[in-house]
Structure formats: C-alpha cells, structure tokens
C-alpha cells in the first residue's frame, strides 16, 4: 500500500487499483486536485478534518467516489450522496476493507460540546491495516500495522497520546494532526514519540504529497 499526507490529518491511501481520501480538511492542501478516487472518508465534522468549501469540487471532479462520513458529519454536509457511516459498520471499497470504530470525539471540556468521531480501520486485500483513529485516542484495535497518530490537539496531552502508541502498538507510527505547530514544535513531539515509543515501532515522518510506500 502507498500512503501520501496531504497535511494535517488527511491522507490519500492507494492499494491495487484503489484510492482512499481520509479528512480533506482546512489545514491540508493539494485534495483539492485529486481525480479517480473510489471514497472519501471523514471522521468527523471538525474544519481541520473537513473543509466543506473545498469538498464540493472534489465531489464533483469524483462522482463515483462513495462518501462515507461519521453519523453527525453526514447531516452537516447536507450532501445527497453521503452514506452514514457509524461505529460498528464496515464495507468493502475496492480491495481495501473498511471498519468504523469508536463514536464519541476525545474531551475537550465540559462547556465543549462533544462531537461524534468514528476511528477508521482500513485492510488492504494485502492483509496490511492502516488505522486513522480520528481525533480520538479510546479505541486501540489489534494487528495495526500503520497507526496515523494525532501529534498534537487541544484534547491530547503527550502522556496521553504515547499511553495510546503503545496500546496499539503498531509496527510502523506516522504522525498526522500537527497543523498547529511550528517546526520546533514539532520536532519536539516527534522525539518525544521517537524516544519513549515501543521499541518494535518505526517513526515514519511522512514527506508531504508525496506517496510513501508500506
């Protein structure tokens, strides 16, 4: 399978002949561009995951693209071809086979209202598994061979987000949701996840819009 970060959280996943587009969202750049693709894919309703602006076009340069979006997501985007896709679900997009898990958005805050969130679980017909948990660290599924993790985010502490590493465990980390550092900033979350990570787990800083191989 081939991974390529378009920024932020969003990333274009490609095995066989399909393609995946996960979280086209504000902070991320170079979707907007992307033709045959078989879904789009979207956690949840936040703008850094979703930007509805830009999604009209990409709607429209793929219109046999399925779109799959968390339950609350679907609503919002007020598309006629949206499929609600919830925790529990799974289909089968080309040869990639693709579960929902989860439900509910990290905390922020009690005055924060809490949003719904659905982790991605996507198996190639390879047998590799890349898992986007969305902006949420609860669910931690089996055999993940590429965790897409979210660096840095209100709700997120480092403890948190390296408790959540090493409960997934995966063989291959690659860090997304960093939209909000600067370059020192984000070196150093990055050692933090390169030094206190397990030990069997690669740290893989994906270049940006380029296709990545796994």
Request: hydrophobic content about 40%.
């Given at each position: 399978m081939?991974?390529t970060?378009?920024?932020?959280a969003c990333l274009?996943l490609?095995s066989?002949?399909?393609?995946l587009?996960?979280?086209?969202?504000?902070y991320?750049?170079g979707?907007?561009s992307?033709t045959?693709?078989d879904?789009?894919?979207?956690t949840h309703?936040?703008?850094?995951?979703?930007?509805?602006?830009r999604?009209t076009?990409?709607?429209?340069?793929?219109?046999?693209?399925?779109?799959?979006?968390?339950p609350?997501?679907?609503?919002e985007?007020?598309l006629?071809s949206?499929?609600?896709f919830s925790?529990?679900?799974?289909t089968?997009?080309?040869?990639?086979?693709?579960?929902?898990?989860?439900?509910e958005h990290a905390?922020?805050?009690?005055?924060?209202p809490r949003?719904g969130?659905v982790?991605?679980v996507?198996r190639t017909?390879?047998g590799?598994?890349l898992?986007?948990?969305?902006?949420?660290?609860?669910d931690?599924?089996?055999g993940v061979d590429?965790?897409?993790?979210?660096?840095?985010a209100p709700?997120?502490?480092?403890?948190?987000?390296?408790?959540?590493?090493h409960?997934?465990?995966?063989?291959?980390?690659i860090?997304i949701?960093d939209?909000?550092?600067?370059e020192?900033?984000?070196a150093?979350?990055?050692?933090?996840?390169e030094n206190?990570?397990p030990?069997?787990t690669?740290?893989?800083?994906?270049?940006?819009a380029e296709?990545t191989a796994f």
């Amino acid at each position: 399978m081939q991974i390529t970060s378009l920024g932020h959280a969003c990333l274009l996943l490609e095995s066989d002949d399909t393609r995946l587009l996960i979280d086209p969202g504000v902070y991320s750049t170079g979707f907007e561009s992307l033709t045959q693709l078989d879904a789009i894919l979207v956690t949840h309703q936040h703008a850094d995951h979703l930007d509805r602006d830009r999604l009209t076009d990409v709607v429209a340069a793929n219109p046999r693209a399925a779109l799959l979006f968390e339950p609350e997501t679907a609503i919002e985007a007020d598309l006629e071809s949206v499929t609600v896709f919830s925790a529990g679900d799974s289909t089968r997009i080309g040869s990639i086979e693709v579960s929902a898990v989860g439900g509910e958005h990290a905390p922020n805050h009690d005055q924060v209202p809490r949003l719904g969130n659905v982790g991605l679980v996507l198996r190639t017909g390879g047998g590799q598994t890349l898992f986007h948990p969305g902006d949420s660290y609860a669910d931690a599924p089996s055999g993940v061979d590429v965790l897409a993790l979210p660096l840095n985010a209100p709700w997120a502490r480092v403890s948190g987000t390296l408790d959540f590493l090493h409960r997934v465990s995966p063989r291959v980390v690659i860090p997304i949701h960093d939209g909000l550092l600067n370059e020192a900033g984000r070196a150093a979350y990055l050692l933090h996840v390169e030094n206190a990570g397990p030990d069997h787990t690669e740290l893989r800083a994906l270049p940006n819009a380029e296709p990545t191989a796994f």
